[in-house]
């Protein structure tokens, strides 16, 4: 009767591809098992455990982590790459990037720190987190002071 849910997750949502559409604007963190196209733009953290490819009319305005990402529109915000992240021509990165792997083609700019060659321990933490439910705040590494103020 009271026994715990365990959460699984099937190979179908896992190998799921999303898509967001050029013109549609998403407000809020969005999280994913599978891959993930984004042509429009997001107000929020991204979280995925395989790929995911912001077009070149992307705009996203929040952290990215991921497996892998393919970025031709613009970030601000922070990336943390599990294993490979390229960046196309036409990519701009307001933001610190960390990444076990890096393909940067000739144009794209990063204005920020850049580490690569180490997984970042960022991923791991943030995709789990997100994963698992933790709030916005935790993600963007500040506590709410909501929340702080019903741990003391």
Do not use: Y
């Amino acid at each position: 009767m009271f026994q715990s849910k365990k959460q699984t997750v099937s190979s179908s949502e896992v190998e799921a591809n999303n898509i967001i559409g050029k013109g549609t604007k998403i407000i809020g963190d969005l999280i994913t098992q599978g891959n993930i196209r984004i042509d429009g733009e997001i107000n929020g953290n991204i979280t995925s455990k395989s790929k995911v490819a912001l077009g070149s009319g992307s705009n996203l305005k929040g952290n990215l982590a991921s497996s892998n990402a393919e970025i031709e529109g613009e970030v601000t915000g922070n990336i943390f790459i599990a294993e490979l992240l390229i960046l196309k021509a036409n990519a701009v990165i307001n933001g610190d990037v960390s990444a076990l792997r890096m393909i940067t083609e000739p144009g794209a700019k990063i204005n920020g720190q850049c580490k690569v060659g180490e997984a970042p321990k960022a991923t791991t933490s943030l995709s789990n987190s997100a994963l698992n439910g933790t709030p916005k705040s935790v993600l963007n590494g500040k506590p709410k002071e909501r929340e702080l103020a019903t741990s003391r």
